[in-house]
Every structure is written in C-alpha cells, then in structure tokens.
C-alpha cells in the first residue's frame, strides 16, 4: 500500500523513538548518559545484505552472521529500521560502479543511534536519537556512520518518511537549487524525465517551489503519481512493450516542448533516465542551457560534446556527494525538505516494504521499473 505525506498527519505521530533497542538497553528520549552509552548495546554479528559476486539480484544473498561494526572516533554506530533501496544499489550489485568484494549492500538508511564514544557527544548527537543517513553497508542491522554524515530526523517526521529524504530528496534538492548554476531564472521552462516517479516526482515539486515552470514526462502507469507533482505541462508517454517505463518515441517531445516554449527550448533539463533521452535533452535545450544528466536508469550516456556547440549549451554529470560536501550543506538541505514537507507543500509517497531477507526481490521490483514511490527495506520492527 502506499502511503503518502499527505495522509500522513505528523502533528498526532506518535514517535516511540528510544524504547526497546534491545532487551537489556533500555533508553529514553535524550536523556542517554555515559552509564548508557557503556552498556553492550551492538551484538558481536548481525543480519544483513551481501554481494559476494557482481550479478543479478540473486546475488544479493541474506546472512544471519555476519560481524557487526566496532564503533571508532568521529562514528556512531546507528541501529537501522529501515533501507532505503536506489538505482545506484544495483550498479553496485553489477558491478557498474565497481567496489570490493564481498561487501554489504545499500548506501541510505533510518535509525536509532545505538553507541558513541563519550567523547564524541559534544557533538550533538546521542543513544537513542533517530537519525537518517547516506553511507555505504546499510542493508544491515547495524551501521559504522561519520558523524558528519548523520541528519538528526525531527519529532514531527515519522523515521520513514524522514529515510526517504536522504538519497532521493537531497538528490531532488541539489538539482533544482544549485546544480543548474543558476542558468535557469525563476519563471523559465524546466524539462523534468519521470516524475511519476523516483527522484524527479520530488525533483519536479521543488522545482515548482522554487518558482520554475515545469514540463514533466511520464509513462502512462504513472499519471496519477506524475499529476500529483503539478507540473504545468505533463507529457504522457506509451510505455515499451510488456515493460512498465516509458517508451521515448511514442511522442515526439522535442517538438511538444518547442510548441509550449514557443521554439525557445528549455533552459534546464533534469535526466535521470540516460541513454533513452540523452539525444531528446539537446534537441530541447535552449539556447545557452543546461543538460543535467544525473541518472542512467535506461543505460549510460555516451555524450557528444560537439553537439553543445549549435545552442553554445551546458552539460552536467553531477553527484550527490559533491552537493553535501559541508555539514552546513547537508543539514540545510534535509532542513528545507522537512520543512516543506511539515507545510504540505512537499508530497513524498513510500511505495512499499520490503523485509530485509527479501531484497532480491526489492532489486527485481526496481529494476522492472515499476516503482511509483520510494521502495524500503524493513530492518527491524521491535525499534519504532
Ligand atoms: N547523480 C546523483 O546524485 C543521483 C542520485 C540519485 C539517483 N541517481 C540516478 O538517477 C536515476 C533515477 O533514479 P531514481 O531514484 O529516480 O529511480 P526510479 O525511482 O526507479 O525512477 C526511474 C524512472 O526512470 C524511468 N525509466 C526509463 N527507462 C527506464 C528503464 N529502462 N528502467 C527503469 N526505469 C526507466 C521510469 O519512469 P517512466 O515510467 O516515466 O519512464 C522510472 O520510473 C538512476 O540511474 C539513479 O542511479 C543519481
């Protein structure tokens, strides 16, 4: 079932955040002290996700013994409810950003900090506080992550919805605010791919939010999630044969984008979907535009510079990572999509739980492209 922030009333969420982290550490609200911080709180092994080889999804194999993190300075260990599963898991998986084998799977998650170094309290971070992150090895029961790295998730946002804003939302964030280098003034025309989906469904909200005029593409199976972005224009596409993503020829979009900008173009173009709109994204740019490709969910872009050279255009490959460089950065960003998100004028829908042993499936579901909303791993269901 999917659930969204806007049946979602955060003023009446109850949030049991620190009860029942484990049967002997019981700990409430912030009020962890060094006696707390020193009980046993992280058993010696742990459940998680493993890739031992690169492949499909059935190398994703579920291990019931596998060595916790031990916790070490400028680090919390985080107890995790909740994974969140992205695209990049599964280039990872394959192999296509290439990491060392074996490793555990998974780069976002929700949870409760279960240890930190007495000395590192001054931080502002202890036992027991709800947290969300982006780190590797996090479909795992337990976590090593930098303090620098956590975002301490409010009273008001349920650890959820609070996880889903890591990688999709502050991904959305960067793109609309800072990637396009400002090429793109309020009240000009935006291209946002899929925002009946993923990372553009916030992608295209914010966008609006920040004052640009939006033209959205999505498949046909998406429409109900893609109008719930308001886009002021939305192009509804065929999806390929027997697949549940968009197929980019059954509309000839350059030509619908040059009729609504009156033959102007866009001046910013946000892709995440790759090899199957690469060439559609310079044919609709605008003069002295941006091309943000920031996603291959169709397959990787082979680019041709030379072609930037008819409109004098801007091409980008950015990355999250290069756009929370700071804690200030990071903090501001998560601080803007929760406020937002408390004022409703921010929607984010969960699409589905997977349980953690099932995460071969999780992939196969992503993979398909079906997914409508954000997919998350359930760690755990004893920590609220
Ligand atoms: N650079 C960064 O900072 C960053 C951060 C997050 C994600 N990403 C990347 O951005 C891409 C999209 O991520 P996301 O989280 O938005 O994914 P998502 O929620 O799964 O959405 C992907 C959408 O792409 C469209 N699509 C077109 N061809 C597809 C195909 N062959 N297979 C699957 N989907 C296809 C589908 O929308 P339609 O049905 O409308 O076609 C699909 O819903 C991924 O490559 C991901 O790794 C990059």
């Known amino acids: 079932m999917t659930r969204t922030t806007n049946d979602n009333p955060f003023a009446s969420t109850t949030l049991a955040t620190n ?55 400028n680090h919390v260990i985080v107890r995790n409810i909740y994974a969140g599963i992205n695209f990049i ?34 931080y502002g971070f202890n036992i027991g506080d709800r947290v969300v992150y982006s780190t590797l090895e996090t479909y795992s029961e337990y976590s090593l992550v930098p303090i620098s790295k956590l975002i301490k998730t409010p009273d008001d946002i349920p650890l959820d919805v609070a996880t889903v804003c890591v990688v999709q939302g502050l991904t959305a964030h960067y793109l609309v605010s800072s990637a396009h280098a400002d090429l793109i003034q309020p009240g000009e025309w935006m291209l946002i791919y899929s925002v009946g989906s993923g990372t553009c469904q916030w992608a295209a909200q914010m966008a609006k939010l920040k004052g640009y ?45 040059m009729e609504i900008t009156n033959n102007e173009g866009v001046k910013c173009i946000i892709d995440g979907v790759g090899k199957s709109t690469s060439e559609i ?43 929370t460089k700071t804690t200030d950065e990071l903090q501001g960003r998560a601080s803007e999509i929760f406020q937002w998100i408390r004022e409703g004028n921010l929607v984010i829908s969960v699409e589905k739980e997977f349980d953690l042993k099932d995460a071969v499936e999780a992939h196969e579901y992503i993979e398909a492209g079906c997914t409508k909303g954000k997919i998350l791993l359930k760690i755990t269901s004893d920590v609220k």
């Open 281 to 323: 994204s310079l044919n609709c740019l605008a003069h002295r535009g941006i091309f943000i490709s920031f996603g291959n969910a169709s397959g990787v872009v082979e680019f041709p510079i030379l072609k930037l050279s008819s409109k004098s255009a801007y091409v980008t490959r950015p990355k999250l990572l290069d756009y």
């Open 213 to 257: 005029k939006v033209i959205g593409t999505t498949s046909k199976g998406k429409v109900e999630n893609a109008t719930k972005a308001h886009c002021d224009e939305l192009i509804v596409l065929d999806e390929v044969e027997g697949k549940s993503f968009a197929n980019y020829d059954s509309v000839d979009i350059t030509k619908r984008v």
């Open 19 to 73: 009860s029942n982290l484990d049967s002997n550490t019981t700990l409430t609200g912030h009020e962890s002290s060094y006696e707390k911080q020193t009980m046993k709180a992280v058993p010696s092994r742990m459940k998680a996700i493993v890739v031992r080889e690169y492949g499909g999804p059935s190398t994703l194999s579920y291990d019931t013994n596998v060595s916790s993190p031990e916790l070490k300075e």
């Open 89 to 122: 898991d599964t280039y990872h998986r394959k192999g296509l950003y290439p990491r060392t084998l074996p490793f555990v799977a998974g780069q976002e998650a929700g949870g409760v900090i279960a240890d930190i170094l007495p000395s590192d309290v001054s």
